[in-house]
């Protein structure tokens, strides 16, 4: 079969580099397994060894340094009958440690070389994980306060069905790439190579003495048999059709009329416990009921607890294509860490806007007009000021009707909360 070499793009790598070497092997690995660039997809990231895949004529992705794994998880899960393999460096395999455990553990069906050259080789010749404790590096002595990693043993131990190690230089390379590249299931191959452009500068290596290192080595355990197990997206196939379909979303249907055209933006600004965000999606379910499009961003600290509570909202009859808002139509001020949040914006608002705030609450000086009511006088508790609020502004501004908020609490919640918050609407609107 004709090589799956990209005419148009050779190869370019330093004289006497080990990736040149790993290339064609592939080539010649995947071509004498039968395989087009239709059946194969090449995953990279950063580094020398993220050139591979505008090299090949293939389906290609090229991704964040170390995240390579990831991308081509979810190509193979989307795409089973893809063969995916993935090209990383020594430098991706530490920057992207973690997701080289996830994989293993999953055991999907990819096939990762690590073209371990001991150095960050584009970079500068830095220390990687993989860097000898003796070596001479750029960056320094850092490589000689750590342990260097033995990948095979790590992807052994998390999980992989099929680890092996092996030299750019050995004659059998072609083989062992297909003997990795045919395993059902997760497979790395460990391959040492030169990287002449850095390391060999101060480093004695050489093909036979990366041979007599790797003879060196500890045998690597019978991972195959250790890990044996059902491939993950086989597996996951199997367990996700056991499952009943779920529902289809909710259809809203338009059963209200908005009160205007073009786009309105409400912001509601309170703290956690006031039910800000509930508000919110009370808001967008009311634009739904009437037609509109509806955008709902949210803003509070991680304490959830405790804090501000912001809910912005966007309702349109049109495609709502920016989600930001500057000058909102109405804005409901209910406690002082949501004001404290968006000061600029409240003393920048104008004379269009509305600002519907809880009494006694201080707001910086503006154009906007401001509807103040007193929530307490009324016996209306906290976390229920945001209810009451959305009542005053259906009664107050041309946002939001009645009619809407009432649809959207139908929508929203059963019958007994549903009464609940009929009840305190009722109580603003008849004030």
């Not at 709502?320 to 968006?342: F, K």
Request: proline share 4%; with cysteine.
């Amino acid at each position: 079969m004709a090589s799956l070499l990209n005419a148009s793009r050779p190869a370019v790598f330093c004289p006497g580099c080990s990736h040149d070497r790993v290339l064609h092997a592939l080539d010649q690995a995947l071509t004498g397994m039968g395989y087009t660039g239709k059946d194969v997809a090449i995953v990279t990231d950063i580094g020398c060894s993220g050139l591979f895949d505008t090299f090949f004529n293939t389906h290609a992705f090229h991704g964040l340094h170390g995240r390579a794994l990831t991308y081509a998880t979810g190509i193979k899960l989307a795409r089973p009958d893809l063969k995916v393999i993935v090209t990383m460096g020594d430098g991706g395999l530490g920057i992207g440690g973690a997701h080289v455990l996830s994989t293993c553990r999953r055991n999907i069906d990819l096939t990762l070389l690590v073209l371990n050259n001991f150095n960050y080789g584009m970079t500068g010749g830095q220390c990687s994980s993989t860097t000898p404790q003796d070596a001479v590096v750029g960056s320094g002595f850092l490589n000689k306060l750590e342990k260097p990693i033995d990948i095979c043993q790590v992807a052994g131990a998390a999980g992989a069905g099929q680890v092996s190690r092996a030299s750019t230089y050995q004659k059998d390379l072609v083989a062992r790439l297909q003997t990795a590249i045919t395993f059902e299931g997760f497979s790395l191959v460990d391959i040492w190579g030169i990287c002449p452009g850095r390391y060999t500068r101060r480093n004695k290596l050489t093909p036979k003495s990366i041979e007599q290192s790797q003879t060196q080595l500890p045998a690597l355990t019978d991972f195959q048999a250790l890990n044996a197990r059902m491939e993950y997206g086989k597996a996951y196939r199997e367990q996700a059709a056991k499952l009943s379909q779920p529902p289809d979303p909710v259809r809203i249907k338009v059963t209200c009329q908005a009160p205007r055209t073009g786009r309105t933006e409400v912001v509601i600004l309170g703290s956690a416990g006031q039910r800000i965000i509930t508000a919110g999606e009370l808001l967008c379910l009311a634009g739904a009921s009437a037609g509109c499009h509806a955008t709902q961003k949210n803003d509070y600290p991680i304490t959830v607890m405790k804090g501000h509570s912001v809910s912005e909202v966007i309702l349109a009859d049109t495609t709502i294509e920016y989600t930001g808002i500057e000058d909102p139509s109405v804005v409901i001020a209910l406690a002082p860490e949501g004001v404290n949040r968006r000061q600029k914006m409240l003393a920048a608002l104008s004379s269009d806007s509305v600002v519907i705030k809880a009494a006694g609450l201080e707001l910086p000086p503006s154009d906007a007009v401001v509807v103040e009511v007193d929530f307490k006088a009324h016996k209306i508790r906290s976390q229920d000021w945001t209810l009451a609020a959305l009542a005053v502004m259906a009664r107050k501004t041309q946002a939001l009707t009645m009619d809407m908020l009432t649809a959207a609490l139908k929508l929203r919640f059963k019958k007994a909360v549903y009464d609940t918050a009929m009840a305190i609407t009722q109580k603003i609107v008849a004030c």
